[in-house]
């Protein structure tokens, strides 16, 4: 080929690395000019706050999904849709930070699976603060050291989160975002050899999911439960024979070498997490309700409660009892609803099903 046929396609290339360069600075243009809007919203909230800003005000998740879902739709590609929601989300974390540093406590500690879930969340410009258990999460919330918690609530293999039910039917506070994050699980060890592997530490969940990989590829191992995959992680960088099944934030938070990547046994793994606040989330026009109620005891009374919905033609994503556990053989019901809970029709079921009830309390009403 001659110097001027290879010289077309370097040019070309060279012209085309040009404009993208040319769009990179218009994008951060914009990215400024959105950000100083940003910064006039704050000091018109300052204004009418009289100079304290209002935290509950700077995070508005119901605004957040309105202007993500409206980019998804309006989305002519070649740019994924699904890459929409990370950059935007890191966006509007980036130019809320102008204002204030949201501060979120995660069921911890660093690098487990909900701190993931509360960063894909806020961002990376929030501050995060792990706390040892579910328990603390709601605690620190409801005190006011943080503004929102961030705790799991179930997996789509191993089922509902007991603890996170637990805590809300003493709590006040109030569900205000969802997140759904894909679980995929890894093997990580100091050397990065599976033949130097005696033990394997995780949590019981983690076990639970890649008991099939582990089975089938380390029988012999020795099966060590801990607290979390971040404990886990931590342990396997202490022992030169242990190993990890934990997540990939937590194998490069400890300096591990991966082993074995994606051991979960089914890859549509997920998790769903909840954050916590003490404020309502206002209605998107796609939204989800939770509830807790304990009925009455008498014949028919959990068909009786569960009529008005289908009479309403709502549509419950989820049911599932839980034992209280001050009264033996006494039982929580716990429920999803399409709907925000200022709907019409999920105001007026509410009303109905109360008679069946002997407490009925609305955890939140959220983005779905």
């Not at 039917?169 to 569900?175: A, E, M, Q, R, T």
């Not at 009374?301 to 033609?313: G, H, T, V």
């Amino acid at each position: 080929m001659s110097d001027s046929k290879r010289r077309k396609p370097r040019e070309e290339l060279n012209q085309l690395r040009n404009k993208i360069d040319d769009v990179d600075e218009k994008i951060l243009k914009l990215l400024n000019r959105r950000a100083k809007h940003v910064r006039k919203i704050g000091e018109v909230k300052n204004r009418l706050e009289k100079g304290k800003p209002d935290r509950n005000v700077l995070y508005r998740p119901d605004r957040e999904r309105m202007i993500i879902r409206r980019l998804v739709e309006s989305n002519q590609g070649p740019f994924p849709s699904k890459s929409i929601s990370p950059v935007f989300m890191e966006i509007i974390s980036a130019c809320r930070s102008l204002e204030i540093a949201l501060q979120v406590a995660y069921f911890g500690p660093e690098a487990t699976f909900t701190h993931l879930a509360a960063r894909q969340h806020f961002g990376h410009r929030a501050d995060y603060h792990p706390e040892r258990t579910i328990e603390d999460v709601f605690d620190a919330v409801e005190r006011g050291r943080y503004d929102y918690g961030v705790v799991p609530i179930e997996n789509s293999t191993g089922g509902t989160v007991g603890g996170t039910l637990d805590c809300f039917v003493d709590s006040d506070l109030k569900i205000t975002s969802q997140v759904l994050l894909r679980i995929s699980h890894n093997l990580f060890s100091r050397t990065g050899n599976i033949k130097k592997i005696k033990r394997i530490y995780s949590h019981t969940q983690a076990f639970a999911q890649s008991w099939g990989w582990i089975r089938a590829n380390m029988p012999n191992a020795e099966i060590v439960e801990v607290s979390s995959t971040a404990e886990a992680a931590k342990r396997a960088k202490e022992d030169v024979q242990g190993a990890a099944v934990t997540g990939r934030l937590a194998g490069d938070t400890y300096g591990l070498v991966p082993v074995a990547e994606r051991i979960e046994d089914f890859k549509q793994n997920f998790t769903r997490f909840l954050v916590i606040g003490t404020e309502k989330t206002h209605p998107t026009g796609k939204d989800r309700t939770s509830m807790l109620l304990s009925l009455k005891h008498g014949p028919g009374i959990l068909f009786k409660s569960l009529e008005p919905f289908a009479k309403k033609d709502l549509n419950l994503t989820k049911i599932e009892s839980r034992p209280i556990k001050q009264k033996a053989w006494e039982y929580i019901f716990y429920i999803d609803v399409d709907g925000h809970e200022n709907d019409a029709k999920i105001k007026k079921t509410i009303e109905e099903v109360k008679k069946y009830c002997l407490f009925l309390k609305v955890l939140g009403s959220y983005p779905a």
